[in-house]
């Protein structure tokens, strides 16, 4: 998985700023959450759990049972739910854990960082393989503001375009990245559309989130 990308922490954005950011989080994980079958108790593996869990687990009840997965080291990620374990562990070789072992597999702003096919085709087959339900969340294509880079219709810009609005504006703390690899948005993101997505994950639906940034890839099941 190509993760290198540089962001922003939101942590050092003024505070009007970050409680916008955490309402949108918020939305987005509801409108996802009314999609599937929930329960007291559930369990949940989040597949590119990140370092804090904000994209999800501020968001869930308390109760769940909450399995992460990452590549980080173990001493950088600091979840605060109470029933969290971290596993470190590549998305795309998920041997580990049986079929259908958790009720829920939860990604969020992962795929657009697995660049190769086969390491793409990989986590998706796991993805779909591990859980009874799915709810994975990606940048649309076509969204208005490309969450990264903040610019609209910035995916749908040619790559030399690109590049020249990272080098002026320094686009997600990017200007270094860009000078030193040309390549270096392109080795970090890739944008695939609805109908790939769907092709992916064939049984699942797609929903633009309520904040027309990103998609919700959802299968919905009995659990």
Known sequence: MNRSFIVMKSDNLPSTIQQILIS???KRIFQAMSKVTTKPGMKVIDI???IDGRSFEDFIPQNWQITGVDLKDSQEVHHTYPNFQYIQQNAHHLSQFAEKQFDLAVSIGLLEHVI???AFENTVLEIRRVAK???VMVPAKYSWIEPHYGFPFFPLLPESIQVLLVKAFN????REGVKRDPQFINKGIIWRSNQEYQKAFPESKIYLTPTLE??????KDVI
């Open 214 to 219: 990103q998609i919700a890839i959802i299968k």
């Open 24 to 26: 949108r989080r918020k």
């Open 48 to 50: 590119g759990c990140g």
């Open 116 to 118: 190769e096919k086969e």
């Open 171 to 174: 686009l997600s703390n990017a």
């Open 133 to 135: 339900q799915h709810i």
